[in-house]
C-alpha cells in the first residue's frame, strides 16, 4: 500500500514515529536515575543499621572488660562506639547506659544511637536516627571497683 508519488518516494501518512527513542529516553532516563539513587539511600540506611548495631555490641564488650569504675567503663564504650561508627554518622555518636548492672556476674548494657544520612544522595537533608541496643556480661570472678 505505498502511495508513490513523483520520483518514487513513499509519502509518509501519519508523520512516521521519527524521534521517538529520543522522547522516550529523555523522560524515562531521568526516571530510571532516580529510581537507582533511592535504591543507594536506602542501602544506606541498611549498612547503617548494621553498623549501629555492630558498634553497640562493641560497646558494650568493651565496657564489660574494663577494669575499675562504671565511667571508665563508659568511657571505653564511647570509644569503641566512635571508632566503630567512624564515618557512617552524620554527627555525634550517643553512648548511654540503657541498665547496666555493674558488679561480678552482672550484664553491662549500652544503647548506642547516631544520625545516619540516608537520603541525603538525594539532595533531601533527612536524617534518620538509628539506635542499637547490646548487653554483654561481666566476668563474675574479677573485682570491680
Given at each position: 500500500m505505498r502511495d508513490r508519488r513523483r520520483g518514487?518516494?513513499?509519502?509518509?501518512?501519519?508523520?512516521?514515529?521519527?524521534g521517538l527513542s529520543t522522547?522516550?529516553?529523555v523522560i524515562l532516563a531521568p526516571v530510571m536515575i532516580l529510581f537507582i539513587l533511592v535504591l543507594v539511600a536506602f542501602g544506606q540506611l541498611v549498612d547503617g543499621r548494621g553498623a549501629v548495631d555492630s558498634?553497640?555490641?562493641d560497646a558494650?564488650?568493651?565496657?564489660?572488660?574494663?577494669h575499675g569504675s562504671h565511667a571508665a567503663a563508659m568511657t571505653a564504650a564511647q570509644q569503641?562506639?566512635?571508632?566503630?561508627?567512624?564515618?557512617?554518622?552524620a554527627g555525634n555518636v550517643t553512648v548511654r547506659d540503657a541498665?547496666?548492672?555493674?558488679?561480678?556476674g552482672g550484664l553491662f548494657t549500652?544503647?548506642?544511637s547516631c544520625r545516619v544520612r540516608g537520603l541525603g544522595i538525594l539532595g533531601l537533608d533527612i536524617a534518620k536516627e538509628i539506635t542499637g541496643r547490646s548487653s554483654s556480661p561481666i566476668d563474675p570472678y574479677r573485682r570491680t571497683g
Amino acid at each position: 500500500m505505498r502511495d508513490r508519488r513523483r520520483g518514487g518516494q513513499e509519502s509518509p501518512r501519519w508523520g512516521g514515529d521519527a524521534g521517538l527513542s529520543t522522547i522516550e529516553v529523555v523522560i524515562l532516563a531521568p526516571v530510571m536515575i532516580l529510581f537507582i539513587l533511592v535504591l543507594v539511600a536506602f542501602g544506606q540506611l541498611v549498612d547503617g543499621r548494621g553498623a549501629v548495631d555492630s558498634a553497640a555490641r562493641d560497646a558494650a564488650r568493651a565496657g564489660s572488660l574494663q577494669h575499675g569504675s562504671h565511667a571508665a567503663a563508659m568511657t571505653a564504650a564511647q570509644q569503641a562506639a566512635a571508632a566503630t561508627l567512624k564515618g557512617t554518622c552524620a554527627g555525634n555518636v550517643t553512648v548511654r547506659d540503657a541498665g547496666s548492672d555493674y558488679r561480678s556476674g552482672g550484664l553491662f548494657t549500652v544503647e548506642v544511637s547516631c544520625r545516619v544520612r540516608g537520603l541525603g544522595i538525594l539532595g533531601l537533608d533527612i536524617a534518620k536516627e538509628i539506635t542499637g541496643r547490646s548487653s554483654s556480661p561481666i566476668d563474675p570472678y574479677r573485682r570491680t571497683g
